[in-house]
């Protein structure tokens, strides 16, 4: 499949397939999308990264697009078949950035395979049990059904102002003002729309990612613990403060248990934070500047 220019391939690995994609030259960096998603989330995920200077590894977990779930149904199953591709590729070492429902295969692959990675970049990322509390069964019949994404897609195309508005609304808890101060931010920064409009198609739960998304969310409900104590690499944890998609105690969690984690809070930041926030720039230049730092 073609994403953005992009063309996936599928790596056969020991462990089983996987459906990934290389962009650009330099620093390599895992990017390790959420739930649901798959390789065209990580491509909106990594686009801030300089071509020039970051290599991104897009994929697709298990479940999601063109990489089967097969019998891959556990965290540490996932986290081994990743390491399982970067050996495919001859890539010795790689930072992780993970977003949101990539989280646990992202910490669970620092803890396994340790002298694989150089650092991590966690946002708005699962640390502990979690139970998707966030769809009502109006937003469960735009994402699941046919009709519902077809009418999403037609009002990403027509009225798009009113798209992004429901997208912030659903993902952080804003005031009215709140809301209609970041949908007009947004609507006029063009990178800013066209990731929220880009990213929604990304977010359906059709047949191509109902598998994953099941097991993501089977597989959530029964974390113990990720042992991120034994995260050895160096770690930042981005976070919007309003997230009503993930709590933020999950992020501060993670910051307070990762030795010598960095916390990075976005106020007024909804799950899509690192994307849409007004302090969204600086916030990327943050993450580039550390997975810079911490190449090696």
């Known amino acids: ?159 798009p102002k009113q798209y992004i508005a429901g997208a912030l609304s659903s993902e952080g808890d804003l005031s009215k003002e709140q809301l209609a101060e970041q949908v007009a931010a947004v609507f006029a920064d063009d990178t800013k729309r066209r990731f929220v409009l880009d990213l929604g198609p990304t977010a359906e739960q059709g047949k191509e990612r109902r598998d994953g998304y099941d097991n993501d969310l089977a597989q959530f409900g029964s974390i113990d613990s990720l042992e991120l104590e034994r995260i050895t690499a160096p770690t930042l944890i981005v976070q919007g403060t ?15 248990t990762i030795p010598g984690a960095e916390l990075l809070k976005l106020e007024e930041g909804t799950h899509l934070a690192l994307y849409t926030n007004a302090d969204a720039d600086a916030a990327q230049q943050r993450v580039i500047e550390f997975l810079s730092a911490h190449a090696s």
């Open 242 to 256: 309003v997230d009503s998609d993930l709590p933020p105690e999950q992020s501060y969690f993670a910051a307070a």
């Open 1 to 159: 499949m073609a994403t953005n220019e992009l063309i996936a391939a599928i790596a056969q690995t020991p462990l089983g397939p996987i459906e990934y994609a290389v962009a650009g030259e330099g620093i390599a960096v895992l990017v390790i999308h959420g739930s649901p998603g798959g390789i065209d989330a990580a491509e909106l995920m990594g686009r801030f990264l300089p071509k020039a200077q970051f290599k991104a590894i897009l994929v697709s977990r298990p479940g999601y697009l063109g990489t089967v779930l097969g019998d891959r149904y556990t965290i540490d199953q996932q986290a081994d078949l990743l390491a399982a591709l970067l050996d495919e590729l001859g890539i010795a070492k790689t930072a992780v950035y993970t977003w949101s429902g990539g989280g646990p295969a992202g910490y669970r692959l620092a803890v396994r395979h340790p002298a694989k990675i150089m650092s991590i970049v966690a946002f708005a990322a699962v640390s502990q049990a979690y139970h998707d509390t966030n769809l009502t069964s109006a937003s469960r019949l735009m994402f699941t059904t046919s009709a519902g994404r077809w009418l999403m897609r037609v009002l990403a195309a027509h009225q």
